[in-house]
């Protein structure tokens, strides 16, 4: 993180536990929790409390006060691929009722599942307007940009005032096939206020100063601002997706840290 200029991360455990039949994760918010421990001022948890139908909705909701009382987590991710149902499935109805009440920002794995036998249609972006249009005070944050369904995310975060787009997962291939992020960055600046767009990193973290340094540089083509009508990033723009915009959904003064 300091070689790459970051102040604060968030960790979140991985689940994926199809490889294991179900029967496990891959690891545990109390693995993270030890992980983070020596790092309070740098480190912070991004809880992930699922499957939540699937373990049952109450326990996913004692999980998540526990961790937001006991252990200051600012995130909760919702992965749905690996869930029984979608993200707009009724069930789910009581879980974002409770991030209410707990004044809790969700990240949400929007778009494509990528390994079988996790079913897409449990987080095509269209799920989340049944959600927003019940719950428009909930925060969500759509990782991964929902691809391969970007504009139809932009779309919804038009729409709905607390939708917010993540370049997590999606950055490292806009890095390397930039003009893919000019206009997906480009085209969601057309719809919504540049604070919408929060940074992600979710890649190797071999892979860390490199994807900082291209958003730190990130300029759309004046080419392209002329033929498509696409704004230009200002350095305000890149403070805000750099970090300023998540920090303010998750009350983290955004002041340096690196050493």
Same mark, same amino acid.
């Given at each position: 993180?300091?070689?790459?200029?970051?102040?604060?991360?968030?960790?979140?455990?991985? #689940?994926?536990?199809?490889?294991?039949?179900?029967?496990?994760?891959?690891?545990?918010?109390?693995?993270?929790?030890?992980?983070?421990?020596?790092?309070?001022?740098?480190?912070?948890?991004?809880?992930?409390?699922?499957?939540? $139908?699937?373990?049952?909705?109450?326990?996913?909701?004692?999980?998540?006060?526990?961790?937001?009382?006991?252990?200051?987590?600012?995130?909760?991710?919702?992965?749905?691929?690996?869930?029984?149902? @979608? *993200?707009?499935?009724?069930?789910?109805?009581?879980?974002?009722?409770?991030?209410?009440?707990?004044?809790?920002?969700?990240?949400?794995?929007?778009?494509?599942?990528?390994?079988?036998?996790?079913?897409?249609?449990?987080?095509?972006?269209?799920?989340?307007?049944?959600?927003?249009?019940?719950? @428009?005070?909930?925060?969500?944050?759509?990782?991964?940009? !929902?691809?391969?369904?970007?504009?139809? $995310?932009? #779309?919804?975060?038009?729409?709905?005032?607390?939708?917010?787009?993540?370049?997590?997962?999606?950055?490292?291939?806009?890095?390397?096939?930039?003009?893919?992020?000019?206009?997906?960055?480009?085209?969601?600046?057309?719809?919504? +206020?540049?604070?919408?767009?929060?940074?992600?990193?979710?890649?190797?973290?071999?892979?860390?100063?490199?994807?900082?340094?291209?958003?730190? +540089?990130?300029?759309?083509?004046?080419?392209?601002?002329?033929?498509? !009508?696409?704004?230009?990033?200002?350095?305000?723009?890149?403070? #805000?997706?750099? #970090?300023?915009? *998540?920090?303010?959904?998750? !009350?983290?003064?955004?002041?340096?840290?690196?050493?």
């Amino acid at each position: 993180m300091d070689e790459a200029g970051v102040d604060v991360c968030f960790c979140l455990r991985e #689940g994926m536990m199809d490889i294991s039949g179900g029967t496990i994760s891959l690891s545990t918010n109390q693995f993270m929790i030890d992980q983070i421990a020596p790092y309070p001022d740098r480190m912070y948890l991004e809880a992930m409390v699922g499957p939540i $139908l699937r373990r049952g909705v109450d326990n996913a909701i004692w999980e998540l006060e526990h961790l937001v009382t006991n252990y200051d987590a600012r995130l909760c991710k919702v992965y749905q691929p690996e869930d029984s149902g @979608p *993200l707009d499935d009724p069930g789910m109805w009581p879980f974002y009722e409770k991030a209410c009440d707990l004044d809790i920002t969700l990240t949400v794995h929007t778009g494509m599942s990528y390994v079988c036998p996790q079913p897409s249609s449990h987080t095509h972006p269209d799920r989340l307007d049944r959600i927003l249009l019940d719950f @428009p005070e909930l925060r969500l944050v759509a990782y991964h940009m !929902g691809w391969p369904h970007t504009e139809e $995310l932009i #779309g919804l975060a038009a729409k709905h005032e607390n939708l917010f787009l993540s370049l997590s997962g999606i950055v490292g291939w806009y890095e390397r096939s930039p003009y893919r992020g000019y206009h997906a960055i480009g085209t969601a600046l057309q719809w919504v +206020e540049p604070h919408k767009i929060v940074m992600g990193h979710d890649l190797p973290f071999v892979d860390m100063k490199r994807i900082v340094d291209w958003v730190r +540089e990130l300029q759309i083509p004046e080419e392209l601002r002329r033929q498509y !009508g696409y704004p230009e990033i200002t350095s305000e723009m890149r403070a #805000g997706f750099l #970090g300023k915009n *998540l920090a303010a959904l998750t !009350g983290i003064e955004p002041t340096k840290r690196t050493r």
